[in-house]
């Protein structure tokens, strides 16, 4: 399969997330980068674009959405990895132009724009895929896999937590600065950045949606507007329950999402800074501890492992599975077909229900923890 002709916009010298999502790309070679609007002013693009050695750097987004869509070899798929506020108006120009997303969670960063965005992706032919990059990880498929072959059998508690420290006191470097700005990162703070991940992946190996929630936010730091600490009771369609704990002011905590799954006929239990296990209790049995590429572990995992046991896969690896399974449903739609019915990535849906959760957040701690729909 050649490679995909790759753009970016955002992800310059100075951004994290950038480079990451160069990596995730390149691992199983699949794509290629080509061009990129990689900066809010055009001097820095163009640096950073010099820097990666691009063949083709633009000044913004819409001039390169309009030139490329233009180029016999132009680009065939784009990467926006910029603060939250510019994803409707940067992906909405290469949607109407045929041009296929990859945009990084969330989708947007006000609701009346994620639901625009759905609206032109509905409109336009091009496919649009979010990294939840969790979603990516092998024993996150494997728990996936087994709730759906009813291991556990009818789910009644669903526990996520995404505890981090890194914002415990004020910070003024970039990271810290564009996702403590509601103008930039939206009216959620680590419900958007990162309990969109813990919603996310509840939602994506339960099978189930959230129908409404009670949420308490906080913005412990003096003078922080958005919220650093969020304590999020769930309601999911079909009776069960569940509870969502998102901080970035817990000491001691890096990237410690965890999730614990409890059904009527056992339990399920994986944490992202272990993520190559999986424990899996059934009713009345020790627990078991399934590992990546291990005894046990089934066909879902198992497409998305590279490395035998024992060698560990992450973080990296999960990313570029969201962009390995993106280049299927590429190709595929490009020859007219549909991809494999094993290649699954988040979509533009999962990125609507993810602002609707920050939304619903915001509004039920302005409640006094009201209980409000998601809808």
């Given at each position: 399969?050649?490679?995909?002709?790759?753009?970016?916009?955002?992800?310059?010298n100075?951004?994290?997330?950038?480079?990451v999502?160069?990596?995730?790309?390149r691992?199983?070679?699949?794509?290629?980068?080509?061009?990129?609007?990689?900066?809010?002013?055009?001097?820095?693009?163009?640096?950073?674009?010099?820097?990666?050695?691009?063949?083709?750097?633009?000044d913004?987004?819409?001039?390169?959405?309009?030139?490329?869509?233009?180029?016999?070899?132009?680009?065939e798929?784009?990467?926006?990895?910029?603060p939250?506020h510019?994803?409707?108006?940067a992906?909405?120009e290469?949607?109407?132009?045929?041009?296929?997303?990859?945009?990084?969670?969330p989708?947007?960063?006000?609701?009346?724009?994620?639901?625009?965005?759905?609206?032109?992706?509905?409109?336009?032919?091009?496919l649009?895929?979010?990294?939840?990059?969790?979603?990516?990880?092998?024993?996150?498929?494997?728990?996936?896999?087994?709730?759906?072959?009813?291991?556990?059998g009818?789910?009644?508690?669903?526990?996520?937590?995404?505890?981090?420290d890194?914002?415990?006191?004020?910070?003024?470097?970039?990271?810290?600065?564009?996702?403590?700005?509601?103008?930039?990162?939206g009216?959620?703070?680590?419900?958007?950045?990162?309990?969109?991940h813990a919603?996310?992946?509840?939602?994506?190996?339960s099978?189930?949606?959230?129908?409404?929630?009670?949420?308490d936010?906080?913005?412990?730091v003096?003078g922080?507007?958005n919220?650093?600490n969020?304590h999020?009771?769930?309601?999911?369609?079909?009776?069960?329950?569940?509870m969502?704990?998102?901080?970035?002011?817990?000491?001691?905590?890096?990237?410690?999402?965890?999730i614990?799954?409890?059904?009527?006929?056992?339990?399920?239990?994986?944490a992202q800074?272990?993520?190559?296990?999986?424990?899996?209790?059934?009713?009345?049995?020790?627990?078991?501890?399934?590992?990546?590429?291990?005894?046990?572990a089934g066909?879902?995992?198992?497409r998305?492992?590279?490395?035998?046991?024992?060698?560990?896969?992450?973080?990296?690896?999960?990313?570029?599975?969201?962009?390995?399974?993106?280049a299927?449903?590429?190709?595929?739609?490009?020859?007219?077909?549909k991809?494999n019915a094993?290649?699954?990535?988040?979509?533009?849906?999962?990125?609507?229900?993810?602002?609707?959760?920050?939304?619903?957040?915001?509004?039920?701690?302005?409640?006094?923890?009201a209980?409000?729909?998601?809808?």
């Amino acid at each position: 399969m050649s490679r995909i002709r790759l753009g970016m916009v955002g992800g310059g010298n100075d951004a994290f997330i950038g480079g990451v999502h160069r990596i995730a790309s390149r691992i199983d070679d699949r794509y290629e980068l080509v061009a990129g609007a990689l900066s809010s002013t055009p001097e820095k693009s163009r640096a950073s674009g010099e820097a990666l050695g691009l063949p083709r750097v633009y000044d913004d987004y819409k001039q390169m959405a309009i030139r490329e869509a233009r180029l016999k070899q132009g680009i065939e798929a784009v990467s926006i990895v910029t603060p939250n506020h510019v994803h409707y108006a940067a992906a909405r120009e290469f949607l109407k132009r045929g041009i296929h997303v990859i945009c990084d969670k969330p989708l947007t960063s006000t609701l009346a724009d994620a639901k625009k965005l759905v609206k032109a992706a509905g409109q336009s032919d091009a496919l649009f895929i979010l990294t939840h990059n969790y979603t990516g990880y092998p024993m996150v498929r494997q728990a996936r896999e087994m709730v759906a072959n009813g291991d556990i059998g009818k789910i009644r508690v669903v526990q996520v937590e995404y505890p981090q420290d890194w914002l415990s006191e004020e910070q003024d470097f970039k990271q810290a600065e564009w996702r403590t700005d509601p103008a930039r990162s939206g009216a959620g703070g680590s419900t958007g950045d990162i309990g969109t991940h813990a919603h996310n992946l509840a939602c994506f190996i339960s099978g189930l949606e959230v129908e409404a929630l009670a949420a308490d936010l906080d913005a412990f730091v003096p003078g922080r507007q958005n919220d650093d600490n969020a304590h999020v009771m769930l309601r999911f369609k079909g009776g069960a329950k569940g509870m969502l704990w998102s901080s970035q002011v817990a000491p001691g905590n890096e990237n410690a999402l965890r999730i614990r799954i409890y059904g009527e006929k056992g339990g399920l239990e994986w944490a992202q800074e272990d993520p190559n296990y999986l424990w899996y209790t059934p009713l009345g049995e020790p627990k078991r501890l399934i590992t990546r590429n291990g005894a046990g572990a089934g066909d879902a995992a198992a497409r998305v492992s590279r490395v035998p046991p024992g060698h560990p896969e992450g973080y990296l690896e999960g990313f570029a599975n969201i962009y390995s399974e993106a280049a299927e449903a590429i190709r595929a739609h490009q020859a007219g077909k549909k991809p494999n019915a094993a290649v699954l990535y988040p979509t533009i849906d999962d990125g609507l229900r993810g602002v609707q959760f920050v939304d619903a957040c915001v509004r039920s701690s302005k409640r006094n923890a009201a209980w409000v729909s998601m809808e």
